[in-house]
């Protein structure tokens, strides 16, 4: 088993940035990749940004340019800093791992609301 724990997010006006990190801890040595989805109001599941122990990083077009995620593999860590943000990037951001099994494990959600 993996857990996840989240900080970061709140509120922020269009255009300005904010900064996720997740502590993964547990079963550390299974995790094959970390990332981010997240729950807006047009998306119930969306991948954001994902990171695979070698480094291949996969974003939505919608946050290509804006977003970068990053990845702190002996301190258990994944972070998205996020740039440029949009009304429409309002939502609940979680952090996500998935083993070689591609069993995955999420934390608990942290809320980003991007005000007009």
């Known amino acids: 088993q993996v857990q996840l724990v989240e900080s970061g997010g709140g509120v922020v006006q269009a255009g300005g940035s904010l900064s996720l990190s997740c502590v993964a801890s547990g079963n550390i040595g299974s995790i094959a990749g970390m990332g981010w989805y997240r729950r807006t109001t047009e998306h119930q599941r969306e991948l954001t940004a994902t990171m695979t122990n070698d480094g291949v990083t996969n974003y939505v077009d919608s946050v290509k340019g804006r977003f970068t995620i990053s990845r702190d593999n002996a301190q258990n860590t994944v972070s998205l800093q996020m740039d440029d943000l949009k009304p429409e990037d309002t939502g609940v951001y979680f952090c996500?791992?998935?083993?070689?099994?591609?069993?995955?494990?999420w934390g608990q959600g942290t809320r980003v609301t991007v005000s007009s």
């Open positions: 996500t791992a998935w083993n070689s099994d591609y069993d995955g494990y």
